[in-house]
């Protein structure tokens, strides 16, 4: 047979198997058969045995033919054949089958083999009826040499020694040196040959066989998305910004001059990082990352003036309303007569902001969109409706992105567009991201961290309160209302608006932030198989809390989607001012929300939130310097269920709980399915594991130098191919475009 690449078809090479691949898992070409790895393995020499399985289990027996009988059948015609097989320790049991045809001249006593099938009862023995196997023989052709046998997901009609059998004929005959990964690279790595990976996992002598095999096809899932990335960070760098210097003496100057407090280390660095690159006439793409309440909208905002002062227009988006609205205000706020140019009392040399929302009404929109293309507006807050509308900027030159770590790779495109060259873009994110994750899904930016909070902030306690005990919500609403009588303000968090006083009817919240779907998230059947509990609605616990003794006396109001826009800026105020003790919400509140008086927060139903979605939530307390509470009310008695709150209970260390929602959770699902692209491919690589971090470290390198020397990969089609096949068009696209 001639030689043979990954997309060779199986027919070609195998006949008649072929069809049964193809059949039974859609395994069409060599390649398909090759990822098509085991799914486990059993030392042949010591496991397997049936006492390792229980009724109806599928086991994996080692074990040798005692006797074999062959009799005619006495309802059908034909003949079946009867045996008894032994394992390792001396314990039978029986195997039938109903067409003795092709078996019994193989199945005769004394011969071992690897049986596989299910586990029944029949009479007082076990059976298995019809059990797949292998026989092991001392022959050459045995494929299980090294004594690993490998197990693979069954497929109808092909037992596991015909896969192996399949493998090895197409390993064979595989060009070994035709391989993705530069020889260079492989070396310098310590990574096997592709063509060697798939032997050593297919047919290993041992586990470190496997292991091997399988650290080289995790360095190439890792090669793959870097390659793209690095191949989509190459395109930006061929971009022309305009540049935007520091300038002495400027906006930003005067502003840290008013500043009340002093900037962290971290606040200060950071803010030299964004500023070095906005000196360059290629635009940023900066990730910044940092502990809710670490104060990134301060960095943002210098960043702002810097750009301002550099002559251009800058652009802060955000998530809900209610978080734009509150941006306007701490914003020019911090501004004071700094934002108000042009205005009675502002100053000279200032400039304005403006807020744009997808609520506001024609009029006052129009009014703005002028403003924005004709006065010196600096500093433009909205929502995302900002990116879709015909927004007409005189010279974007910033934008920043808050809180958004739902935004994918397409909408950062989106937003590129919006200016005549590329604006330098600042995406931040409160959610604590893993590393490995950052290279993955936010790999084409850089990224910076602000690690430490401003001095003097307090720790927030948090407890799970199992609300089906007696007296524990009582006791919540007290503790409550003692934060309240003692000077403070709290939140009180619902999964759900529920419904008003006057019927009108009404269903789950639809918030920005959605409720999380638990089974899809967490793999949490038992919560979603259960009949589902009534959640806990803002109105109705509105009305709860009236008439609670215990928060007698105390200025209830409630926030949610719903409310008109207007309204829930109203409500917000009023809570910053002071003049409401507890705000009743839904998770509206989760993102940014900044009262440093909140001290305290419920979070009623928390089993139905997940564990970053919580963290975040209990961010909006203890921002001031009085330290924080939060309780986590549940009816939950699941066990799983209940460790994972008591985890959020137990750490305030964002990046722990981020890395542990990574582990609990379902592939794909972290960070929304915008995100999920580049993950949807990796299958060995697990972004969670410590010794993967290093590998996609090593794979984001190679990738970056491989690409800087050769953009369009001519050098290496192999590796190009590989891209290609395993990432959608739009994901591999700047490599074709280079
Ligand atoms: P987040 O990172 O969650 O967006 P914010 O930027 O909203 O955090 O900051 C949280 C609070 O801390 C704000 O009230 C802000 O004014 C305040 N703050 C920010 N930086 C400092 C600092 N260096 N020292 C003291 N307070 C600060
Ligand atoms: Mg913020």
């Not at 399985?53 to 034909?78: C, H, N, P, W, Y």
Request: glycine share 8%; proline share 4%.
């Amino acid at each position: 047979m001639e030689q043979i690449d990954r997309n060779t078809k199986l027919r070609t090479v195998l006949g008649e198997m072929a069809a049964r691949l193809k059949r039974g898992r859609d395994l069409e070409t060599v390649g398909d058969l090759l990822d098509f790895l085991p799914r486990r393995y059993i030392d042949a020499t010591t496991s397997g045995r049936l006492a390792d399985f229980e009724i109806d289990d599928t086991a994996v027996l080692m074990a040798t033919v005692v006797s074999a009988t062959t009799r005619a059948m006495q309802r059908r015609k034909g003949r079946m054949l009867q045996v008894t097989i032994e394992d390792a320790d001396g314990k039978q049991a029986g195997l039938v089958f109903f067409s003795a045809y092709g078996h019994e001249s193989r199945l005769i006593p004394g011969v071992r083999a690897l049986f596989r099938g299910k586990v029944q009862r029949y009479k007082q023995s076990l059976q298995l009826a019809h059990p797949d196997y292998t026989l092991i023989t001392s022959d050459d052709d045995n494929p299980y040499a090294g004594g690993l046998v490998p197990i693979y997901l069954a497929v109808p009609k092909v037992s596991d020694m015909q896969i192996s059998q399949s493998v090895r004929l197409a390993l064979d005959h595989l060009d070994d040196a035709s391989d993705p990964v530069p020889a260079q690279i492989r070396t310098a790595r310590g990574l096997v040959g592709q063509a060697t990976a798939y032997r050593l996992i297919h047919l290993p002598s041992d586990h470190a066989d496997v292991g091997r095999g399988k650290r080289r096809l995790r360095y190439d899932e890792a090669l793959v998305v870097q390659t793209a990335l690095a191949a989509r960070r190459a395109a930006y760098d061929a971009q022309e910004a305009t540049a935007r210097p520091a300038v002495s003496g400027g906006l930003l100057a005067a502003f840290d001059e008013r500043l009340p407090f002093e900037l962290t280390k971290g606040q200060r660095q950071v803010g030299e990082e964004i500023a070095a690159d906005m000196a360059r006439l290629h635009p940023m793409h900066r990730l910044l990352q940092g502990e809710v309440g670490s104060g990134k909208t301060v960095v943002a905002l210098r960043a702002m003036l810097a750009a301002i002062d550099a002559g251009a227009q800058t652009a802060l988006l955000a998530p809900t309303e209610v978080l734009a609205q509150q941006h306007e205000r701490s914003i020019r706020a911090l501004l004071g007569e700094l934002g108000e140019a042009g205005m009675l009392g502002g100053a000279e040399d200032g400039t304005r902001v403006a807020l744009l929302t997808g609520s506001m009404t024609k009029k006052q929109r129009e009014k703005v969109l002028l403003e924005i293309a004709t006065e010196p507006i600096g500093i433009v807050i909205g929502t995302h409706a900002l990116i879709q509308e015909h927004v007409m900027f005189a010279d974007l030159g910033f934008v920043v992105v808050d809180e958004q770590h739902r935004f994918g790779v397409e909408q950062r495109d989106a937003l590129r567009g919006k200016a005549v060259r590329p604006p330098h873009v600042l995406v931040m994110t409160a959610t604590p991201i893993p590393r490995t994750v950052a290279m993955t899904v936010f790999g084409d930016m850089d990224t910076s961290s602000l690690m430490e909070l401003p001095r003097g902030r307090q720790p927030i306690v948090s407890h799970v309160v199992p609300a089906a005990k007696p007296g524990w919500l009582e006791r919540t609403w007290q503790r409550l209302a003692e934060e309240v009588r003692s000077g403070h303000q709290a939140y009180v968090v619902c999964p759900r608006i529920g419904e008003p006083e006057d019927g009108r009817v009404d269903t789950v919240a639809t918030e920005a932030v959605e409720p999380l779907d638990l089974e899809e998230a967490y793999g949490d059947q038992e919560l979603a198989e259960q009949e589902p509990r009534e959640l806990t609605g803002v109105y109705q616990l509105m009305q709860r809390l009236h008439d609670e003794p215990a928060m007698k006396g105390l200025r209830l109001e409630m926030l949610h989607g719903r409310l008109p826009s207007d309204e829930k800026d109203v409500v917000m105020q009023a809570f910053g001012r002071g003049e409401i003790d507890v705000l009743v919400s839904t998770t509206v509140i989760e993102v940014g929300v900044d009262v440093p008086n909140a001290t305290a927060m419920v979070v009623m139903d928390a089993d139905r939130f997940g564990i970053s979605q919580l963290h975040q939530l209990r961010g909006r307390v203890g921002r001031g310097d009085a330290g924080g509470l939060c309780l986590l009310v549940t009816e939950s008695d699941n066990p799983d269920t209940l460790q994972r709150l008591e985890s959020v209970a137990g750490t305030t260390d964002g990046f722990e709980l981020a890395n542990l929602d990574l582990e609990l959770r379902r592939e794909g699902d972290v960070l929304g399915a915008s995100q999920s692209g580049y993950r949807s491919q990796l299958r060995l690589l697990r972004l969670t594991h410590a010794k993967d971090v290093e590998l996609i470290e090593q794979a984001r390198e190679d990738a970056t130098a491989l690409v800087a020397r050769d953009p369009q990969l001519a050098g290496h089609p192999e590796l190009a191919q590989m891209v290609r096949s395993r990432l959608d068009d739009e994901q591999a696209a700047f490599l074709e475009r280079g």
